[in-house]
T-cell receptor
Framework: TQLLEQSPQFLSIQEGENLTVYCNSS?????LQWYRQEPGEGPVLLVT???GGEVKKLKRLTFQFGDARKDSSLHITAAQPGDTGLYLCAGANAGNNRKLIWGLGTSLAVNP | GAVVSQHPSRVICKSGTSVKIECRSLDFQATTMFWYRQFPKKSLMLMAT?????????EQGVEKDKFLINHASLTLSTLTVTSAHPEDSSFYIC????????????FGPGTRLTVL
């Protein structure tokens, strides 16, 4: 059974601080997606990483896919209250009928 | 692009009634759609995978006779919660995978179901 361990589960920080969220697995993924979800809404895709070692940037967010495609990280620089939300990572395996393996999520609160 | 709609956004029903939730991909065709259930501040729990023109594949522990899924076209899937009970109250979310760009799922806005 494939598992994706996401940490931390909860994070409360002050505006302007930096943070990193990790997703780790013993399994290799063909790609990994990061989503952000606000209460009462569906998850919104932030990025898909496909190549081992790949780094993608989205404004203050930096996403990295591990060289072996087993882990990924999301780093937020100078967090703002608007970054508050639930961050979810999900791994895809080509042989899995398109099902995604989900991390447990990181609930981030950025306090002004 | 890649917009998924879900209707209704919120529904309240009496115990014992059935509720249908629609999921539509508005600007792309989706061979595969997924139905999830989510509890507050928790991750998504996959209920079933729906492929156009074939029977849905249900995850272990999900009753297929209670959660009926129909994927009638490449842009529409429906989830019917039959004989709903208060324990079925939850946030239900659908997602759709485009024909190209296989691994990515695009999510609907979710449906809040409350069973009285």
């Amino acid at each position: 059974t494939q598992l994706l361990e996401q940490s931390p589960q909860f994070l409360s920080i002050q505006e302007g601080e930096n943070l990193t969220v990790y997703c780790n697995s013993s399994s290799v993924f063909s790609s990994l997606q990061w989503y952000r979800q606000e209460p009462g809404e569906g998850p919104v895709l932030l990025v898909t990483v496909v190549t081992g070692g790949e780094v993608k940037k989205l404004k203050r967010l930096t996403f990295q896919f591990g060289d072996a495609r087993k882990d990924s990280s999301l780093h937020i620089t100078a967090a703002q209250p608007g970054d508050t939300g639930l961050y979810l990572c999900a791994g895809a395996n080509a042989g899995n009928n398109r099902k995604l393996i989900w991390g447990l999520g990181t609930s981030l609160a950025v306090n002004p | 692009g890649a917009v998924v709609s879900q209707h209704p956004s919120r529904v309240i029903c009496k115990s014992g009634t059935s509720v249908k939730i629609e999921c539509r991909s508005l600007d792309f065709q989706a061979t595969t759609m997924f139905w999830y259930r989510q509890f507050p501040k928790k991750s998504l729990m996959l209920m079933a995978t729906s492929n156009e023109g074939s029977k849905a594949t249900y995850e272990q522990g999900v009753e297929k006779d209670k959660f009926l899924i129909n994927h009638a076209s490449l842009t529409l899937s429906t989830l019917t919660v039959t004989s709903a009970h208060p324990e079925d109250s939850s946030f239900y979310i659908c997602s759709a995978s485009p024909l190209i760009g296989a691994d990515t799922q695009y999510f609907g806005p979710g449906t809040r179901l409350t069973v009285l």
